[in-house]
């Protein structure tokens, strides 16, 4: 038990910056009470989440959501608060310009402008002591014949390969990929294949980004975190539930059996391990629930997820695969997972000096009741859509 009482604490759950700010759909973005006002505010709200749960000290920008004229100061401000700058999240689809795509437009201006913004974020990586840039790329077509597919994947190398050259040491990109929306015929990072072959090309510093939200139903998410680990080409996820497309729901929300899964496989592969650096990031909006408890939530639901894994018998596993005992071995899986972890999270929040339970010492500290009244008048940040 102290094994993975030590390992839960070491577990660091990012925090988006975005999913402070206000969000919705395509059809409406409702404005919430207290939401930030700029990028300053929304590392206030994520200290929040990382102060009750204590496992959440970064937290992910997103440019240029978060522009800043100073980003040295931003990530002093950070600090003051108590958590760090993570993942600085790239964003070429929001500009004219990427109508027809970014780093494979068919214009060559269009590309340079796009790939000089990644650039941008990685000087954004060194002012802020960032390791990670996140790249996700709104590219593709939508109708067959619109442009040259194969093309727009020799676009797409060249300017990754620029982007990773830039990259300093102990610095990496992390590549997404998306089977479809906002491009619906085809993306140019449809899947994890697509994604994983041009970080194999590229080297060390390329890994992939497993988003939760980004394949078709059905699709075995755990298999793909199994075999990129295998290959150690898992650089994190971006962490969300989904019923039906990139929902961006809470983690766990919708089948907090598959996050077990998934966490098994990280448990299995050593990605919990100190130094294999599997990034756990959320990537979600809290369009119609509170925001600052919706992440404090999500984080919880990957930490119970991840102590159910640790809980796994692997030891009897094994034997029981071995023996292809297959009831045997899916009732020791099962067993794991149906365990109530939840007490033990609250001795080792206790432990460390925390609120057993960090949704309720949140909704007790008033800090929604001060922002509330503190943040009125100026412009609520948004996803800018
Ligand atoms: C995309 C993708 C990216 C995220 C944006 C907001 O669908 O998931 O990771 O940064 O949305
Ligand atoms: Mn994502």
Redesign the pocket.
Known sequence: MTDIKATLLAQHIETPS?AFGNSGTRFKVFAQKGVPRDPYEKLADAAQVHAYTGIAPTVAL?IPWDKVDDYADLARHARELGVGIGAI?SNVFQDDDYMLGSVTHPSGRVRRKATDHLLECVDIMDATGSDTL?L?FSDGINYPGQDDIRARQDRLAESLAEVYDRLGEGQRFLL?Y?LFEPAFYTTDVPDWGTAYAHCVKLGPKAQVVV?T??HAPGVNIEFIVAFLLREGKLGGF?FNSRFYA?DDLMVGAADPFQLFRIMYEVVRGGGLDAGTGVAFML?QCHNIEPKIPGQIRSVMNVQEATAKALLVDREALAAAQAEGDVLGANAVFMDAYNTDVRPLLAELREERGLAPDPMAAYAKSGYFEKIAAERVGGQQAG?GA
Request: glycine letters at 8%.
């Open positions: 975005w997103h999240n996140k996700w997404e998306k988003d939200g980004h971006d990139d990537d996803w």
